[in-house]
């Protein structure tokens, strides 16, 4: 892909209805997220057959952006704007109707086929090898510290639905999660070669709205997302015993099931407190997880294949980005995988070959 995309418009766009000007507070677990962003993701749609551009054809701008305005009447803090409080001075919502942005770009040579095998971008190669004027010979030289900020890569790896079943049997009666990401955390241990007595700890986030008393309502507008985890060595881990998935898939059930009102509320007094400590924005997470570490998060059942705009369903979702090492995200295969379930994952390039081996 060397030829560029072309941005065509960039505009915000408003609730197509008047919605409530009000400024909404935020909670203790919004204020943990506030400084880490959105999660990017992406959707790919496959061109349909003979569709054209516009008047109704496969992508209609403006018939996005009334689609766009319409829900924002019912998402409106979204048409907002962050803001500081001006009493204690915390962050808040400020539900001001300035709009969400919405940027259309295009590429005319550019298929869904083609977002695979990315080579450099014309401006990284001009970042690489800078232009001077007038034309002469560059030397350069780039220090490097591999050993200590290792490259990371991502890729989409597919578990067949016979697999993900086998696994679950394997472990007797255990969730999709437990039994996939007690697999997923042994070949990571193996892979990563860790000191049998080493010991390695897995979280994951977890929702706490089916176990806060009083219960949350379905329409609660924020973040209600803690980390759960456990623990173990190394060697018991990996253990070579016909058991010991059974066993590490209990371990992850387990710290699922410890998950109650006391386990919530103790989690929110502690960020409450993190937060009078560092502000109203909390430390940025490291770069990467701890070597011996490992964080899943789920996005099994969740409908990210149920986003149609008319265009039919996505070919397929993925996280735009995915930089730090040591994450794993589970979520449902796409509509060519077979009922299977995907697993992308985010690790160190020279542990993926041995990772997909022992994976499948």
């Not at 990571?188 to 000191?195: K, M, Q, S």
């Not at 998935?245 to 059930?253: F, I, M, R």
Request: proline content about 7%; aromatic content about 8%; glycine content about 8%.
């Amino acid at each position: 892909m060397d030829s560029q995309v072309q941005v065509v418009e960039t505009c915000l766009v408003t609730p197509s209805e008047d919605s409530p000007r009000k400024a909404l507070a935020l909670s203790p677990l919004d204020l943990l997220l506030a400084n880490r962003g959105h999660t990017p993701t992406v959707y790919f749609y496959p061109r349909t057959a003979g569709a054209v551009s516009g008047d109704g054809g496969f992508f209609d701008v403006e018939r996005l952006k009334a689609s766009m305005a319409r829900a924002l009447v019912a998402f409106y803090p979204l048409a907002g704007r962050l803001a500081m409080d001006d009493d204690d001075g915390q962050l808040r919502i400020d539900c001001n109707g300035e709009g969400a942005l919405l940027v259309v770009a295009r590429h005319d040579g550019l298929a869904v086929d083609d977002f695979d095998g990315f080579g450099p971008s014309p401006e990284l190669r001009r970042l690489f090898v800078p232009r001077v004027e007038p034309p002469s010979i560059i030397m350069a030289i780039q220090p490097s510290s591999s050993p200590d900020h290792p490259v990371v890569v991502s890729e989409v790896l597919v578990l067949s639905a016979d697999h993900v079943s086998n696994l679950k049997h394997a472990c007797g009666d255990v969730s999709t999660f437990a039994a996939v990401t007690a697999h997923v955390w042994r070949c990571l241990c193996v892979t990563r070669r860790l000191p049998p007595n080493a010991k390695t700890r897995l979280t994951f986030p977890a929702s706490i709205h089916r176990s806060i008393r009083p219960k949350i309502s379905n329409h609660y507008f924020g973040n209600a997302i803690i980390w759960l985890g456990t623990a173990g060595l190394v060697c018991d881990i990996v253990a070579p015993d016909d058991d010991t998935l059974a066993v590490v898939a209990g371990c992850v059930t387990g710290a699922v099931r410890r998950m109650d009102d006391e386990v919530a509320r103790s989690a929110i007094d502690y960020f409450e407190i993190m937060r009078e400590k560092y502000g109203h924005l909390l430390p940025s997470p490291p770069s990467d997880v701890a070597e011996t570490d490992l964080r899943v998060v789920s996005w099994l059942g969740m409908p990210v294949y149920d986003v149609d705009f008319g265009w039919g369903t996505p070919r397929q979702m993925l996280r735009a980005e995915s930089e730090r090492g040591g994450f794993v995200y589970l979520m449902n295969g796409g509509p060519g995988d077979g009922g299977g379930l995907r697993t992308v994952v985010c690790m160190k390039a020279a542990n993926l070959v041995e990772f997909k081996r022992l994976l499948f």
